[in-house]
């Protein structure tokens, strides 16, 4: 929370931190919508997915266990949170353990999004261009939104952030790093699974989401300042939710 969510009362305060969350919330189906998407054009799916969707495909095939992608997610972001503990020890703040549950949450929506999607067929090279472009540009508008509410950060920048209190080494460069080895791994566990390099898993809409993503938040932040008015200035808001709760009392 900022200094000004903290000079406010208790009951201020929660409001506020309910509010801030259900905008992350919104935020992170945005992303996970993207990530569905990009899945879906089998042009190769976006990084934080490729390791999952690797395992996930392994285990429709009975060499692993047979999880959904949402489901290899949240164990691959508990074990991001974990790697941080063991980086930072004792400079490790227990607030950031906030992550497993924003963790569990990304992976649940990862799945509901591919159930929704799942009636999306692209047939035709052009069909999958559009779903790739589709989905990296829903996945960065929800990246832009999940950062500005500026809650505990997701598993899959916490990892870097911590490495590059650690070592001194730029952030931007140390989250390159570790996207660069989560490719790597996907790779590797696709030929180890395969036997082959499997396109739909890393491909060139891969490369293209991680360009382009960083690409498009760069260019939206400057016109997204509405975003900041809505997630602190709420008309109505705080009424209606102490309404609602002495309602609820009530009964």
């Avoid at 998407?37 to 266990?65: E, F, N, T, Y």
């Avoid at 790697?83 to 607030?95: E, G, K, M, T, Y």
């Avoid at 996907?186 to 293209?208: H, R, Y």
Wanted: proline share 4%; charged share 10%.
């Amino acid at each position: 929370m900022s200094s000004t969510t903290l000079s406010l009362p208790t009951k201020e305060r929660v409001i506020s931190f309910i509010w801030q969350h259900l905008l992350l919330l919104i935020s992170l189906n945005f992303m996970t919508l993207g990530v569905a998407l990009c899945i879906k054009s089998d042009l190769g799916s976006s990084v934080i997915s490729s390791l999952p969707l690797s395992c996930s495909m392994a285990g429709q095939q009975g060499m692993a266990p047979a999880l959904t992608v949402g489901g290899y997610t949240i164990i691959m972001n508990f074990i991001l949170v974990f790697l941080q503990i063991l980086v930072l020890r004792r400079r490790f703040n227990p607030l950031q353990l906030f992550q497993l549950v924003i963790g569990f949450v990304f992976g649940w929506l990862i799945d509901m999004n591919m159930m929704l999607t799942s009636g999306i067929q692209c047939d035709t090279l052009l069909e999958k261009a559009i779903t790739q472009f589709a989905g990296c540009a829903v996945m960065g508008a929800g990246i832009a939104f999940e950062v500005k509410c500026g809650s505990v950060t997701m598993p899959g920048e916490g990892f870097p952030v911590a490495l590059s209190r650690i070592t001194g080494i730029p952030f931007p460069k140390m989250k390159i790093v570790v996207d660069t080895s989560l490719v790597i791994l996907a790779v590797a566990s696709s030929f180890l699974f395969f036997s082959k390099w499997e396109w739909n898993i890393i491909g060139p809409g891969t490369l293209f989401a991680m360009f382009f993503v960083g690409w498009e938040i760069k260019l939206i932040n400057p016109h997204i300042q509405w975003f900041d008015r809505l997630l602190h200035y709420r008309p109505g808001f705080r009424r209606y939710i102490v309404g609602l709760a002495r309602f609820i009392y009530k009964k």
